[in-house]
Protein backbone atom coordinates (compact mmCIF):
# COMPACT_ATOMS: atom_id res chain seq x y z
CA UNK A 1 0.00 0.00 0.00
CA UNK A 2 1.24 3.18 -1.08
CA UNK A 3 1.28 6.22 0.90
CA UNK A 4 -1.47 7.84 -0.86
CA UNK A 5 -3.54 4.91 -0.98
CA UNK A 6 -3.09 4.53 3.03
CA UNK A 7 -4.04 8.35 3.85
CA UNK A 8 -7.18 8.44 2.01
CA UNK A 9 -8.23 4.95 4.03
CA UNK A 10 -6.99 7.08 7.09
CA UNK A 11 -9.17 10.17 6.13
CA UNK A 12 -12.31 7.70 5.85
CA UNK A 13 -12.19 7.34 9.61
CA UNK A 14 -10.26 10.00 11.05
CA UNK A 15 -11.41 13.84 10.49
CA UNK A 16 -9.49 16.00 13.04
CA UNK A 17 -6.06 17.32 11.17
CA UNK A 18 -4.13 17.53 14.00
CA UNK A 19 -5.28 13.81 14.27
CA UNK A 20 -4.18 13.11 10.61
CA UNK A 21 -0.86 15.28 11.14
CA UNK A 22 0.09 13.25 13.99
CA UNK A 23 -0.30 9.86 11.84
CA UNK A 24 1.79 11.55 8.96
CA UNK A 25 4.65 12.67 11.33
CA UNK A 26 4.57 9.03 13.14
CA UNK A 27 5.10 7.58 9.31
CA UNK A 28 7.57 10.04 8.52
CA UNK A 29 9.48 8.90 11.27
CA UNK A 30 9.08 5.52 11.05
CA UNK A 31 9.78 5.73 7.34
CA UNK A 32 13.10 6.82 8.48
CA UNK A 33 13.88 4.12 11.32
CA UNK A 34 13.10 1.70 8.18
CA UNK A 35 15.42 3.02 6.06
CA UNK A 36 18.43 3.40 8.95
CA UNK A 37 17.49 -0.46 10.06
CA UNK A 38 17.27 -1.75 6.75
CA UNK A 39 14.07 -2.67 6.40
CA UNK A 40 10.66 -2.15 4.22
CA UNK A 41 10.22 1.99 4.35
CA UNK A 42 7.09 2.01 2.38
CA UNK A 43 5.65 -0.72 4.83
CA UNK A 44 6.66 1.19 8.08
CA UNK A 45 5.43 3.92 6.92
CA UNK A 46 1.67 2.56 5.89
CA UNK A 47 2.09 1.43 9.83
CA UNK A 48 2.97 4.73 11.00
CA UNK A 49 -0.11 6.08 8.89
CA UNK A 50 -3.10 4.17 9.81
CA UNK A 51 -1.84 3.41 13.52
CA UNK A 52 -4.92 5.27 14.83
CA UNK A 53 -7.10 4.72 11.93
CA UNK A 54 -9.56 3.72 14.69
CA UNK A 55 -8.94 6.93 17.28
CA UNK A 56 -11.83 8.99 16.90
CA UNK A 57 -14.42 5.72 16.15
CA UNK A 58 -13.99 4.53 19.15
CA UNK A 59 -14.20 7.91 21.11
CA UNK A 60 -10.60 7.44 21.76
CA UNK A 61 -11.25 4.51 24.39
CA UNK A 62 -7.86 3.07 25.50
CA UNK A 63 -9.47 0.07 26.08
CA UNK A 64 -10.67 -0.54 22.29
CA UNK A 65 -7.61 1.22 20.65
CA UNK A 66 -5.34 -0.44 18.53
CA UNK A 67 -8.09 -3.60 18.36
CA UNK A 68 -10.83 -2.05 16.95
CA UNK A 69 -7.99 -0.37 14.39
CA UNK A 70 -7.37 -3.77 13.45
CA UNK A 71 -11.01 -4.77 12.28
CA UNK A 72 -11.64 -1.74 10.71
CA UNK A 73 -7.99 -2.70 8.26
CA UNK A 74 -8.85 -5.99 7.99
CA UNK A 75 -12.25 -5.40 6.71
CA UNK A 76 -11.13 -3.01 4.23
CA UNK A 77 -8.86 -5.95 3.14
CA UNK A 78 -5.45 -4.79 4.55
CA UNK A 79 -3.34 -8.12 5.37
CA UNK A 80 -1.58 -8.41 8.61
CA UNK A 81 1.65 -7.10 7.93
CA UNK A 82 0.28 -3.84 8.84
CA UNK A 83 -2.79 -4.31 10.48
CA UNK A 84 -1.22 -6.63 13.61
CA UNK A 85 1.89 -4.09 14.52
CA UNK A 86 -1.42 -1.82 14.74
CA UNK A 87 -3.24 -3.80 16.44
CA UNK A 88 -0.36 -4.20 19.06
CA UNK A 89 0.74 -1.05 19.41
CA UNK A 90 -1.72 -0.25 22.22
CA UNK A 91 0.72 -0.34 25.29
CA UNK A 92 -2.12 0.10 27.56
CA UNK A 93 -3.23 -2.79 26.53
CA UNK A 94 0.33 -4.95 26.27
CA UNK A 95 2.45 -3.41 28.37
CA UNK A 96 6.01 -2.74 26.86
CA UNK A 97 6.45 -6.41 25.62
CA UNK A 98 7.25 -5.69 22.32
CA UNK A 99 10.20 -7.66 20.64
CA UNK A 100 10.24 -7.22 16.96
CA UNK A 101 11.86 -3.71 15.70
CA UNK A 102 8.41 -2.94 13.68
CA UNK A 103 6.31 -2.77 16.94
CA UNK A 104 9.41 -1.28 19.23
CA UNK A 105 9.67 1.71 16.34
CA UNK A 106 6.20 1.64 16.42
CA UNK A 107 6.05 3.00 20.33
CA UNK A 108 8.96 5.16 19.44
CA UNK A 109 7.90 7.01 16.28
CA UNK A 110 4.18 7.41 17.94
CA UNK A 111 6.11 9.42 21.22
CA UNK A 112 8.71 10.84 19.33
CA UNK A 113 7.15 13.09 16.39
CA UNK A 114 5.14 14.33 19.25
CA UNK A 115 7.93 15.59 21.16
CA UNK A 116 9.78 16.38 17.98
CA UNK A 117 6.57 18.73 16.52
CA UNK A 118 5.96 20.18 20.39
CA UNK A 119 9.45 21.30 19.44
CA UNK A 120 8.82 22.64 16.40
CA UNK A 121 5.67 24.83 18.17
CA UNK A 122 7.51 26.55 20.87
CA UNK A 123 10.01 27.48 18.02
CA UNK A 124 7.73 29.29 15.96
CA UNK A 125 6.31 26.03 14.26
CA UNK A 126 10.04 26.11 12.65
CA UNK A 127 10.88 22.76 12.27
CA UNK A 128 14.49 23.76 10.78
CA UNK A 129 15.26 25.64 14.03
CA UNK A 130 14.78 22.07 15.88
CA UNK A 131 18.27 20.96 16.93
CA UNK A 132 19.39 17.65 18.43
CA UNK A 133 20.50 19.82 21.62
CA UNK A 134 16.84 20.88 21.86
CA UNK A 135 15.04 17.94 21.66
CA UNK A 136 17.56 16.16 24.13
CA UNK A 137 16.49 19.13 26.34
CA UNK A 138 12.98 19.07 26.19
CA UNK A 139 13.14 15.08 26.44
CA UNK A 140 14.43 15.47 30.04
CA UNK A 141 11.57 18.24 31.15
CA UNK A 142 8.81 15.48 31.62
CA UNK A 143 6.24 18.66 32.01
CA UNK A 144 7.32 19.92 28.16
CA UNK A 145 4.91 17.60 25.25
CA UNK A 146 3.70 15.55 28.69
CA UNK A 147 1.71 13.12 26.89
CA UNK A 148 4.46 11.95 24.92
CA UNK A 149 5.66 8.82 26.70
CA UNK A 150 9.48 9.07 27.67
CA UNK A 151 9.28 5.45 28.40
CA UNK A 152 8.44 4.65 24.86
CA UNK A 153 10.87 6.49 23.33
CA UNK A 154 13.44 4.77 24.97
CA UNK A 155 12.65 1.47 23.79
CA UNK A 156 14.45 1.81 20.28
CA UNK A 157 17.37 2.22 22.19
CA UNK A 158 18.11 -1.08 21.54
CA UNK A 159 18.02 -0.23 17.89
CA UNK A 160 19.13 2.98 17.66
CA UNK A 161 21.32 5.59 19.59
CA UNK A 162 19.59 8.00 21.10
CA UNK A 163 21.34 10.49 19.29
CA UNK A 164 20.64 9.05 16.09
CA UNK A 165 16.95 8.44 16.39
CA UNK A 166 16.66 12.05 17.04
CA UNK A 167 17.90 13.52 14.12
CA UNK A 168 16.01 10.52 12.10
CA UNK A 169 13.08 12.20 13.57
CA UNK A 170 13.99 15.57 12.68
CA UNK A 171 15.15 15.21 9.45
CA UNK A 172 12.00 12.80 8.53
CA UNK A 173 9.20 15.39 10.25
CA UNK A 174 11.31 18.12 8.46
CA UNK A 175 10.71 16.38 4.95
CA UNK A 176 6.84 16.41 5.76
CA UNK A 177 6.92 20.18 6.88
CA UNK A 178 4.41 21.05 4.71
CA UNK A 179 1.76 18.69 5.11
CA UNK A 180 1.97 19.06 9.25
CA UNK A 181 1.78 23.17 8.15
CA UNK A 182 5.04 23.70 9.98
CA UNK A 183 7.90 26.21 8.69
Known amino acids: ???TEALT???QHVATPSLVGHCI???AVMKGLATELGQDAVLWETIGIL????FEEIDEDMEKHGLAGYEILRAAGVGDEIALPIKR????????DYTTPVE???QVADSVSGLIVACAYV???NISDVTLKTVTKKYKTPSFAAGCDRTRIALGDALVPRERMYEIAISEITAVKDELGLN
Do not use: P, Q, R, V
Not at 89 to 96: A, D, Q, S
Open 1 to 3: MEK
Open 25 to 27: STA
Open 123 to 125: KGG
Open 51 to 54: HDID
Open 89 to 96: HNHMIFGT
Open 9 to 11: LLK
Open 104 to 106: ICL
